[in-house]
Nanobody, 121 residues
């Protein structure tokens, strides 16, 4: 499956962005999906994940309550709604997928290209 992320940009602190990740070439409906981010000079870290049916979600502690992951299997797309953005959320955001029902750090099989999110006044 190919993953195409979009929706990044420059936003002021406290603002919102919605990232999208469109999948093609595979059975997206069966895929566990997630979002990761990588800030300059740092490792890529898990941000949010969602099970194949959308019933189970998980978040990095620092984004819980501000970010929401969702998916539309009819559109083969997973979203990351980011509210109350902070400068420390600045990073390149990557979507990821797995054929397992739930994505974990060890079962990632597909990566999308990154999309830059910059939070600055």
């Amino acid at each position: 499956v190919q993953l195409q992320a979009s929706g990044g940009g420059l936003v002021q602190p406290g603002g919102s962005l919605r990232l999208s990740c469109a999948a093609s070439g595979g059975s997206f409906v069966n895929y566990g999906m997630g979002w990761f981010r990588q800030a300059p000079g740092e490792e890529r870290v898990f941000v949010a994940g969602i099970s194949w049916n959308g019933y189970s979600t998980g978040y990095k502690d620092s984004v819980r309550g501000r970010f929401t992951i969702s998916r539309d299997n009819a559109k083969n797309t997973v979203y990351l709604q980011m509210n109350s953005l902070k400068p420390e959320d600045t990073a390149v955001y990557y979507c990821a997928g797995t054929t397992f029902p739930i994505l974990t750090r060890t079962n990632i099989q597909h990566w999308g290209q990154g999309t830059q999110v910059t939070v600055s006044s």
